[in-house]
């Protein structure tokens, strides 16, 4: 077994070469003890997305749980949110996604949640892979016989399809849904047709080798869903990615919109209503949020990347609404966990009720200019120089963020400093409101950085 593919917030692997059956069951073993440990219940929900090798590592994880004398209910086959949903609804106490999100077919793994849909913190994730690395004493603590769990399946496809159709208002709205043959195939058309969205669908079918579309939704990978939008009458474009917790929106003249766009139009709806409200974005998100939202009422909240915090800081803060910048998004009106399928409802909500097209809208948010810069540096010496440049920084500037990083914060933009978790690199990531002071704000950073790296690898 290869430890790196127990990450910080879920655990990834090539399947047949760091992730096996026989891996995945001493993880459902060690996940029952770790509930065991911290007194987290009794009960597991288990899906899985549509990747090839999905129904048999959920079956072996399905049998490590049992063997640890905790009860499953299994969905088999579903969007992610589908699946939190369904955890959710049932009170299970945890729920366990066999998923690569958007990595290519080969890769599978897990994303563990509350049964609230929040996501394993590190350390929870670090100690089951320990408990995995010792073989011997895991097994050992396998129940007996009458002590084994129990296990139901059940489908509520139905049920979330009409919760979902109880809390949005749209009329007359047509999309194209480009699903990407992933797990969004499963129920997003289904649920497009019982909301009144008319949806003209791109890759709809399920596809475990993301043949026509691969599982990460970009610029270059979306160019078909792009081109249809453009061409065909209708008010905005979506695209999934592989397990369904990030939604891409395309706006009416076939423009990829930014994570930030999207949230800043959706928050600016949620404004109307409410007046004011707290907003949540991670480190890494445009300024632009600020410069837009704050005049309208919102108060925002810088956090550090990763989804588990966008879900436990919506929480904690009582958010209206989290921002991810790789385009994770939570809205906890309806609940914590980031279902991509509530990005187009919101958007088609917005459509429905507005005389301006979501083009008109795009055109109101800037994109400030944005650069990033890696530089190589030994993964012994990078986190001693993250404390030195936060020593360094701190005493230099006065609006620092510490959070998951060193963001500095100044008139003209800001600069991000993170080290890597998985290379040997620091980078460095610096917005300016205005093209010409991109330069400005990069280089007395980027020198400090590369001085400290000298500094630390001698």
Known sequence: MESRIFRAYDIR????????????????????????????????????????????????????????????????????????????MLKRDVMAYITASHLPPEWNGIKFYSGKGIGFSAEYNMRIGEMVADDESLMKRSVPWDAVGVSDEISMNEEYTRYLASKFDIEGVRTVMDCGGGSMSIIAPHVCRKLGISAYLLFSNRDPKFTHRASEPTKESLKVLMGHTKKLDVDFGVAFD???DRGVIVDDKGRLLTPEQTGIIIAKEMLQEKGSGKVVANVECSRAIEDQLEPLGAKVSRIPVGHTYLTLEAEKQKAMLGIESSGHMVMPEYFLFDDAILIPLKIAEICSKSKKKLSEMVDEIPIYPKERIDMTCLDECKFS?????????????????????????????????????????????VEARREEDLGTIAEPFTKAIREKIKEEEK
Do not use: C
Not at 55 to 79: E, I, K, N, Y
Not at 402 to 428: K, Q
């Open 385 to 429: 120089v993250m404390d030195s440049l936060k020593e360094t920084f701190s005493a230099s500037y006065d609006k620092i963020n510490t959070f998951g990083g060193l963001r500095i914060d100044l008139d003209e933009g800001w600069a991000l400093v993170r080290a890597s978790n998985t290379s040997p690199t620091i980078r460095l990531t």
């Open 13 to 88: 692997g090539i399947f047949g070469e760091d992730l096996t059956p026989e891996i995945m069951l001493k993880i459902g073993r060690a996940l029952a003890a770790l509930m065991d440990e911290e007194g987290m219940g009794n009960t597991v929900l288990v899906a899985h997305d549509v990747r090839g090798s999905g129904q048999l590592l959920s079956g072996a994880f399905l049998a490590g749980v049992l063997a640890g004398g905790v009860d499953v209910t299994w969905t088999g086959r579903s969007p992610i949110g589908l699946a939190a949903f369904s955890g959710l």
């Open 242 to 244: 592989g397990d369904g």
